[in-house]
C-alpha cells in the first residue's frame, strides 16, 4: 500500500541504491506531505539509513532520483537538516558539545566566517531543548552515549532546517529523554515542519508517527500510520524473508552487471 | 656552555636564519599534521613525505643547480603525484589503503634514492649538499632558503587560521559537512595540498625518511594533554618547535651530525614523556587510579566485614581477631594485612590486644557500604527483574561505585525499605 500525496514535501522517484553494485534497496517510489512526523520502519539492513543517505546524496543511486520541495537537493540544502547515526563518528575527538552543536550552524555561516553571537545562542537555545544546556563546556569524549545522541540532535536542531531527517534518534536515550524528543518533535510538525525518524521500536510507531514507512529493501508500504501499520504489512516487512530478491542481489553482484541502466552512476 | 650561549644568543645572522627557519618549518607541519591525524590520515603524510625525493632529484637534474624555488616545486609535484596515485589505486581495485600506501611510498622513494645516487656520482660541483635532503640540516640552511620555505610557512598557517572550522569539521564528521553544502572536495584538496607543502618546507631541516614525525608525532604527543582542539594545535606546534630548535642547535654545534635523526629522538622524547605521564590519559597516571580504586575497594571491604560480624553477633564495639575476618570473608592475607594498617592509620580502625575494633567513623562507612549492597540487590530484583539468588555478585561491585547523590536516588525509587531480597535488615543512618 503505497500512498501518493499532492505537493510533497519529498519525492522519491524509482530510487534504486547499491554498494559495490550489490543493490540494496529497490525501487523506492513514495511521495510526503509536508508536517508529518513519519517514522522509517523495517528490520535491521532493511536499508533505512541508506535510503535517507541516498535522499541527502551520501551514497549515489543507481537509477532513480528524490526532490526535496519540488527542487534538487542543491537548491535548498539550507532547508534540510540531517542527524547521522551517534556510531558513524568517533567521539574522541578534541571538541566541546559547544563546538559540535555549532557545526549546525556551519551551512548557514559559509566558508572563512567564525560562528557569531547569534549563533552561539541558537545553539545554547537547541542544547536546552534537549536538556543538555549544562554540558555546554563538557568535551564529547566525556560523555554517554544518550548524551552523545542527544548533542547530535541539538546539532540537527540547530540547522533551522524545514525537513529534518534523523536515524535512529532514540538509540540508547532512556525513556524519559525519549518522551521529551517525542514531545518536542511533535511540536515542531504542528509548525509544518516535516520530521523523517528512523525507528526500531515497533510499540511505540502508532503513538509517535502520523505517516509510516515499511521497508525491507523495497518499500512494503508508506502511508497515513493507521493505514499502513497493520499486521498483514508488518508481516510483509518482517516475516518472509525475501530470499529472491537477497539471490538476485548477489546475482548482479558477482556478474558485475549495473543494476539498472547506467543513469548517472558513480563510483 | 659556549657554543649554547653563542647559538641561542642568535647574535650570529647566520644562526638568526636558522632558528628562524626551524620554528616556521616545524611549526608548519605541526599544525598541518595536527589535522591530518585527527583525520586518521598519518600513513598517507609518511608516504608523502618520501615521495618528494624524487621530485627534488629531477629538479636538479633539470636545472642543474640547488634553486631552492624549483626544488620545492619538483618536491611539490612528485609529492602530489603520490596522492593521486594512492587514491586511483583504492578506489579503482581491490587493493585496500594501508597496502596502496605501502606500495607507493616504496616505489618513490626507490626512484628517488636512485636519482640521487645518480647524481652523487656525476661530478656534478652543485650537487654537494643534495643529499641533506635524506635526513636534514638545518645548519646548512641559506637565508635564501629560509625566506623560500618561510613564505611557504606563513602562506600554510594562514590558510590553516582561515579553514579552522572547515577543517575540524571535516576530520569530525565529513558526510555532514558534505550535507551543510561545505565543498568538501575542495577541502580534502586543499587539506591534502598542505600536507604536501608542510612536508615539502620541512624536508630541509628534517629529510624526507624522518619526515612523517614531525607531522604527526607532535599532534600524537599533545593529544595526550588535551581535550580541546585549539590547545593541541598549540602544543603540538609547541613541541614541534623546541625538538626542532634543539635538534638544529645539536647539529650546529656538531656540523657532521645531520639534524633530522636528533629532532626526531627530541619529539619522540616528549611523545614518551606524554604516553607516561600525561594526567588522565597518561599510562603512569591511569595506573595509579586503578591501583587507588583498588584500594579503596579493598578498604571497604574490610569495613564491612567488621560490619557484618558485628551484625551477626549484635555488638559492634567487640574487637575482631585476624582469624576472625579472613573465616568471614576469603582475603589475601598479605592484602588485609596492609589494609588493616592503612584503615588504622586513616582513623577507622584501632587496635586492641584481642585484635582490631570499628571506629565511630570507621563503623558509619562500613555500615554505608553494606546498605548500597543491598539497596542494589533490590533495586536489581525490582526494577530488572533478576532472580534474588543472581544478585550479590554484581552488587558487589556496584556499592563500591554508587555517588551519594545515587544513593538518595536510589533510596527514595525504592521507598526507603526495610530488606534486602534475602531479608537482611537494610542499615539507615
Ligand atoms: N558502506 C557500505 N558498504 C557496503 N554495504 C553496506 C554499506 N552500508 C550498508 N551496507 C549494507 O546495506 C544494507 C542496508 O544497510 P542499512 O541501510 O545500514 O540498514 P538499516 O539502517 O536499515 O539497518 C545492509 O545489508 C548493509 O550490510
Ligand atoms: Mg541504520
New interface residues.
Given amino acids: 500500500m503505497i500512498k501518493h500525496v499532492e505537493n510533497p514535501v519529498l519525492e522519491v522517484h524509482d530510487l534504486t541504491v547499491s554498494y559495490a553494485r550489490k543493490p540494496v534497496l529497490w525501487d523506492i517510489d513514495l511521495t510526503l506531505p509536508q508536517g508529518s512526523l513519519v517514522g522509517i520502519v523495517g528490520p535491521n539492513g532493511a536499508g533505512k539509513s541508506t535510503l535517507i543517505k541516498s535522499i541527502l546524496d551520501l551514497v549515489p543511486a543507481s537509477s532513480g532520483y528524490s526532490k526535496l520541495f519540488g527542487d534538487d537537493l542543491a537548491n535548498v540544502r539550507r532547508r534540510v537538516a540531517y542527524m547521522p547515526q551517534r556510531e558513524s563518528v568517533d567521539w574522541d575527538f578534541p571538541a566541546s558539545v559547544l563546538d559540535v552543536v555549532l557545526m549546525g550552524r556551519y551551512g548557514k555561516l559559509g566558508l572563512f566566517k567564525r560562528p557569531r553571537k547569534a549563533d552561539r545562542e541558537v545553539a545554547h537555545e537547541c542544547l536546552r531543548k534537549v536538556g543538555m544546556e549544562a554540558f555546554a563546556k563538557r568535551q564529547i569524549s566525556q560523555l554517554s552515549g544518550g548524551q552523545q545522541q542527544r548533542v547530535f540532535l541539538a546539532r540537527a536542531l540547530a540547522q533551522e532546517a524545514d525537513l529534518y531527517f534523523m536515524d535512529e534518534p532514540f538509540a540508547g536515550v532512556d525513556a524519559a529523554t525519549e518522551k521529551a524528543i517525542i514531545g518536542l518533535l511533535q511540536e515542531m510538525a504542528e509548525q509544518n515542519k516535516t520530521v523523517v525518524v528512523v525507528h526500531h521500536d515497533l510499540q511505540s510507531v502508532v503513538q509517535y508517527f502520523n505517516w509510516v514507512l515499511l521497508l525491507n529493501m523495497r518499500l512494503v508500504a508508506s502511508g497515513p500510520t493507521e493505514q499502513v501499520f497493520t499486521n498483514e504489512l508488518l508481516q510483509e516487512a518482517y516475516g518472509g524473508k525475501l530470499t529472491l530478491l537477497t539471490e538476485v542481489s548477489e546475482l548482479v553482484q558477482k556478474g558485475q552487471f549495473a543494476a539498472r541502466e547506467k543513469q548517472g552512476y558513480r563510483g | 656552555m659556549e657554543a649554547f650561549v653563542e647559538f641561542f644568543s642568535l647574535r650570529d645572522p647566520n644562526i638568526r636564519y636558522v632558528v628562524l627557519g626551524t620554528i616556521l618549518l616545524t611549526a608548519s607541519s605541526a599544525v598541518v599534521g595536527t589535522f591530518t591525524f ?1 583525520q ?1 590520515k598519518s600513513l598517507v603524510g609518511d608516504a608523502v613525505a618520501h615521495a618528494v625525493l624524487p621530485g627534488v632529484c629531477l629538479a636538479f637534474l633539470l636545472a642543474e643547480s640547488k634553486n631552492p624555488l624549483l626544488l620545492i616545486v619538483g618536491a611539490f609535484v612528485t609529492g602530489w603525484l603520490s596522492l593521486v596515485v594512492i587514491d586511483t589505486i583504492t ?1 579503482n581495485s581491490k587493493i585496500k589503503e594501508d597496502t596502496a600506501i605501502g606500495l607507493v611510498l616504496s616505489v618513490f622513494f626507490g626512484v628517488g634514492i636512485l636519482l640521487l645516487t645518480n647524481i652523487q656520482h656525476s661530478g656534478n660541483a652543485a650537487q654537494s649538499g643534495l643529499d641533506s635532503f635524506l635526513f636534514g640540516k638545518a645548519a646548512a640552511l641559506l637565508p635564501n632558503d629560509v625566506r623560500a620555505f618561510g613564505i611557504l610557512a606563513v602562506l600554510l598557517l594562514a590558510v590553516v587560521g ?2 579552522y ?2 577543517f ?2 571535516l ?3 565529513k ?9 568538501v572536495r575542495a577541502l580534502e584538496l586543499t587539506l591534502t595540498t598542505l600536507t604536501v607543502l608542510a612536508v615539502v618546507v620541512g624536508i630541509q631541516a628534517v629529510g624526507v625518511v624522518l619526515m612523517a614525525a614531525m607531522l604527526i608525532t607532535p599532534a600524537a604527543a599533545a ?1 595526550f594533554w ?4 585549539s590547545i ?1 594545535l598549540i602544543l603540538a606546534t609547541t613541541f614541534g618547535v623546541i625538538s626542532g630548535v634543539t635538534g638544529s642547535f645539536i647539529s650546529y654545534t656538531a656540523t657532521a651530525m645531520p639534524t633530522g635523526p636528533w629532532v626526531v629522538v627530541i619529539i619522540s622524547i616528549i611523545a614518551g614523556i606524554s604516553f607516561f605521564f600525561a594526567p588522565r590519559k597518561g599510562i603512569f597516571f591511569r595506573v595509579r587510579r586503578q591501583m587507588n580504586n583498588r584500594r579503596m575497594i579493598l578498604d571497604e571491604n574490610i569495613l564491612k566485614t567488621f560490619f557484618n560480624l558485628g551484625e551477626n553477633d549484635h555488638s559492634f564495639k567487640e574487637a575482631r581477631s585476624w582469624d576472625q575476618l579472613l573465616v568471614e570473608r576469603h582475603f589475601v592475607p598479605r592484602r588485609l594485612r596492609n589494609g588493616l594498617a592503612r584503615l588504622r592509620r586513616q582513623g577507622f580502625l584501632e587496635r586492641q590486644s584481642a585484635g582490631w575494633v570499628l571506629t565511630q567513623a570507621g563503623f558509619e562507612k562500613g555500615k554505608r557500604t553494606v546498605r548500597l549492597h543491598r539497596l542494589w540487590e533490590l533495586y536489581l530484583t525490582q526494577y530488572l527483574r533478576i532472580a534474588p539468588d543472581h544478585v550479590h555478585e554484581d552488587a558487589e561491585t556496584i556499592e563500591h561505585v554508587i555517588t551519594p547523590e545515587l544513593e538518595q536516588k536510589l533510596q527514595e525509587k525504592l521507598g526507603f525499605p526495610e530488606v534486602d531480597p534475602h531479608q537482611s535488615e537494610i542499615p539507615y543512618r
Fill in positions: 585527527l586518521k578506489r582561515l579553514l572550522k572547515e575540524k569539521i576530520a569530525f564528521d558526510n555532514y559537512a558534505a550535507i551543510l553544502g561545505l565543498p593529544r588535551t581535550d580541546r582542539l593541541m
